[in-house]
């Protein structure tokens, strides 16, 4: 299994608070990506990272503000939950763009409820 | 729009059946992944391929980068592959886009 952990597991806030989620991985993988999963819809991207301090937004980035101060850490920011942020987050990791037929490796997933 | 379509939705099959998920894609790709996602939500890679065919014991799946679809099919399928499949591409740029999975529940 790739070296991929997130914490926390699971978070229940209130409405208007931070909440910041975090991945780490051991495999020193350039890319980075935080994606959301709701029924209904496919996992959906919210902010990647091909580098430290490299961060660009995906489809559903409102809300949502990134960090990547270490190639092993990637943080997910909700400046200010709100409930449609209830989801599940997962992270993933995939190695250089140069091999485009890398593989993505997925952490085992962050429960958030925003109440 | 969705760049990723899945079919079907919802598979319910007995034991030892031969079962087809299907992928169609709008986008142009690098390569085309299988995804399993057990309840409990864990997210591990089955297959990546860009053309042809692989198999992984009684997994099998296919491309056709003409017709912009694959296929995944389970051979003599069992409970324990009662999962959520999900079907990702990479597209020519840095980003991944997914079907929304098709749930399978194999009935002893």
């Known amino acids: 299994d790739a070296g991929i952990t997130q914490s926390p597991r699971h978070k229940v806030t209130e409405t208007g608070t931070p909440v910041t989620l975090r991945c780490h991985q051991t495999?020193?993988?350039?890319?980075m990506y935080w994606y959301r999963q709701d029924p209904g819809h496919g996992l959906r991207l919210i902010h990647y990272s091909y580098g430290v301090k490299d961060t660009d937004k995906g489809e559903v980035s409102d809300g949502y503000s990134v960090s990547r101060s270490k190639t092993e850490d990637f943080l997910l920011t909700l400046e200010s939950a709100t409930s449609s942020q209830t989801s599940v987050y997962f992270c993933?990791?995939?190695?250089?763009?140069?091999?485009?037929?890398?593989?993505?490796?997925f952490g085992p997933g962050t429960r958030l409820t925003v109440t | 729009k969705n760049e990723v379509e899945q079919s079907p939705q919802n598979l319910t099959a007995q034991e030892g059946e031969f079962i087809t998920i299907n992928c169609s894609y709008s986008v142009g790709i690098s390569a085309l992944h299988w995804l399993q996602q057990h309840p409990g939500g864990g997210i591990v890679s089955l297959f990546m391929l860009s053309s042809g065919k692989k198999k992984h014991g009684r997994l099998i799946a296919t491309i056709n980068i003409q017709e912009k679809h694959s296929s995944l099919h389970i051979t003599a399928s069992h409970p324990r592959d009662s999962a959520v499949y999900i079907c990702?591409?990479?597209?020519?740029?840095?980003?991944?886009?997914f079907g929304t999975g098709t749930s399978l529940t194999v009935i002893p």
């Open positions: 990702a591409v990479r597209g020519t740029g840095n980003q991944f886009y």
């Open positions: 495999e020193n993988h350039r890319y």
């Open positions: 993933a990791i995939s190695e250089s763009d140069g091999q485009p037929h890398r593989e993505q490796y």
